[in-house]
């Protein structure tokens, strides 16, 4: 829940990749439900209880429509309360239409606003800022964030700026391998107080590492249509099983003095994730706690009185099933399943699959199927659990033949 013994003076959601489509869609269901949620978390706070901006950080329309871009204002004019004002930027998928300039023009036409926007929020400043090609910014656009970067700063050097671009800072938030863009970095560099979101990869945003901390904050926004991972050796490719579970958002609030709480939210079940990523001084990147030195730890999942099961065997395969791992903190995020021949040791099939974190409700058990195999042959079966920061479980194993 939101912490009762945190006094915001400002509190916002930011989302991202909601994409609307023409016709009715699940992802309008998602965003209404997202601000019902918002307003009612904000409405039980004991001291605070205002919904003071909601963002949406890119690819909110899923092709750039005029069908689309007026359906999602519809969404903020009928959904938002008078003292609640949005933002938006855009990239992308708002470009798939007719292209950037008539995206342009067709969202200050129907936003009645700038595509790139400085506004403030109770003394707190937003920025947001369009790509000026797909998922780019060109020197016109790193310019202008410097200029109003400077205004804010200049207010206040301590008081936390919220930096919005639709797709993440290259190596920073998880998602950052392929999702991203470097332009604004070497600006950004000189206000370590820029608190930046990002979306794009629709990475989820209970996965630790998106929020990441180096030279400035950064933070991953998530998606309200489908996951997408930035790991590339699990055998189903990036976009998991049942990806259009999905809905997430962050909830931001900040207090007189500047400091942060930032609270991961699951929309599907109406639940938080359970931590709050907390930022006490967000102009001092000594006090960061979540930089790379989170890959230091020596802390690993474990098996607890776990049993690997082989079931389903046939004369090519068989099916693997294991319980969930156990870990200190957060969650496992995924698992090696090795294959070897039983009688020289020879690796033959290695196949990794996520945990499914990234569901509220997590399985208790996780299955892989395999085939190709020798027939009448005798396997040898290990499970391996990875922490997200490269620590692993000791295996668990069992032995299968094939028919």
């Known amino acids: 829940m ?68 007026r359906k999602f204002k519809k969404t903020m004019d009928e959904c938002l309360k008078p003292e609640t004002v949005y933002a938006l930027d855009m990239a992308s998928h708002e470009y798939h239409g007719a292209g950037v300039e008539a995206a342009y023009e067709l ?42 970067l400077l205004k804010a700063r200049e207010a206040d050097p301590k008081k936390p700026i919220f ?118 001084e967000p102009w001092n990147p000594d006090s960061f706690k979540y930089t790379d030195a989170r890959y230091k730890t020596t802390d690993a999942p474990w098996f607890e009185d776990a049993t690997l099961t082989v079931s389903d065997v046939t004369d090519k395969g068989f099916k693997v099933t294991f319980p969930q791992a156990k870990v200190k903190a957060e969650y496992v995020n995924d698992y090696k399943v090795v294959i070897r021949e039983a009688s020289n040791g020879a690796i033959v099939k290695q196949k990794k699959i996520w945990s499914e974190y990234y569901f509220y409700n997590m399985p208790e058990t996780l299955s892989v199927d395999f085939d190709d195999l020798k027939t009448g042959t005798d396997y040898e079966v290990a499970v391996i659990a990875g922490s997200f920061w490269d620590t692993y479980s000791a295996p668990i194993k069992a032995t299968a033949k094939t028919k």
Not at 120 to 140: A, R
Request: hydrophobic share 35%; proline share 5%; glycine share 4%.
């Open 163 to 280: 930096f919005f671009q639709h797709p993440h800072l290259t190596d920073t938030v998880s998602g950052s391998i392929y999702w991203a863009d470097e332009a604004f970095i070497p600006t950004l560099m000189d206000f370590p107080q820029v608190i930046d979101f990002s979306g794009h990869s629709h990475v989820p945003i209970n996965d630790p590492r998106s929020i990441h901390q180096r030279h400035f904050t950064c933070l991953g926004t998530g998606s309200m249509s489908y996951f997408e991972l930035d790991e590339f050796d699990k055998h189903y490719g990036t976009c998991p099983p049942n990806k259009q579970d999905c809905a997430q958002m962050l909830i931001v609030e900040a207090d007189a003095e500047g400091r942060v709480r930032i609270y991961p939210y699951d929309v599907l079940t109406d639940n938080f994730f359970p931590f709050v990523w907390e930022i006490d």
């Open 2 to 69: 939101l912490q009762k013994d945190f006094n915001p003076v400002l509190r916002f959601v930011a989302v991202s990749d909601v994409h609307y489509k023409d016709d009715h869609c699940i992802e309008e269901e998602r965003m209404e439900k997202a601000l019902k949620i918002a307003y009612r978390l904000s409405e039980a706070h004991p001291n605070y209880k205002r919904l003071d901006a909601v963002v949406a950080n890119g690819d909110f329309a899923n092709s750039g429509t005029e069908a689309q871009m």
């Open 107 to 148: 969202f200050q036409r129907v936003f009645e606003r700038p595509v790139d926007n400085h506004i403030e929020v109770n003394g707190f400043h937003f920025i947001t800022m369009s790509s000026s090609s797909g998922c780019e910014y060109n020197e016109e656009k790193v310019a202008y964030a410097r200029a109003e």
